[in-house]
């Protein structure tokens, strides 16, 4: 219940004042995030030691009264219910195969009340490569070790002021990763925390100087 307490607060905006009225007699978008939760639970498979893989499209099947009640919040809802996705993955350490994406339906054939989740994933993967986000652009990580830094040999190039020629490197031994800090000048944050050297996990911020790196891992070729 820990999860669907935090995520029960995060809503508490949706549920209050003129979303309160709309939201009652009908299905509550805490209901929608616990049926999320269960699809999740239910359809997530794992595809190598320490990798489970779980769906990253779903849809909210709802009646139509539901449906036009819940939808009328558009992506206000939508918006916290995929928050509500990556949160309980990140917490159960799934991983996804394609950003997440959340939609509403209406079907004749549900009843008003009743929420009814269906999910998709890509096929089964069978690579995983890693990769940087940095503002707004993916940089796949195509060898075992990759520089970051200001300097013109460094494999991920940032221009920065605060970051020294060649300040960190991601290491990459085909299932997990880490950081190292290469005895900077300002040194390297992990997560708001500096460090010397740290596994990498799904979703980690990298930060040197004022550059943002979020570090992931995704799909490459598929089986």
Known sequence: MGLLDNVERGLEKLVSGAFAKSFRGGVQPIEIVAALKRELDSRAVVVQRDRILAPHAYTVGLSAQDFS??????????????????????????????????????????????????????????????????????????????????????????????????????????????????????????????????PLEQGDVIEIGGTRLVFRILPGATA
């Open 69 to 198: 009640q819940l939808n009328a919040h558009g992506s206000v809802l939508i918006a916290e219910l995929v928050e509500a996705v990556r949160d309980y993955a990140n917490r159960q350490r799934y991983s996804f195969a394609a950003p997440v994406t959340v939609g509403l339906a209406a079907a004749a054939d549900i009843p008003n009340g009743v929420v009814r989740v269906t999910s998709q994933n890509l096929d089964a993967v069978a690579q995983w490569q890693p990769a940087v986000e940095v503002n707004g652009t993916t940089i796949y990580l195509t060898e075992t070790e990759s520089i970051i830094g200001r300097g013109a040999t460094a494999t991920i190039v940032i221009n920065d002021g605060g970051a020294s020629r060649n300040h960190a490197r991601i290491v990459w031994n085909g299932k997990a990763a880490g950081v190292e800090d290469l005895q900077s000048t300002n040194g390297t944050l992990l997560n708001g925390q500096r460090i010397t050297v740290s």
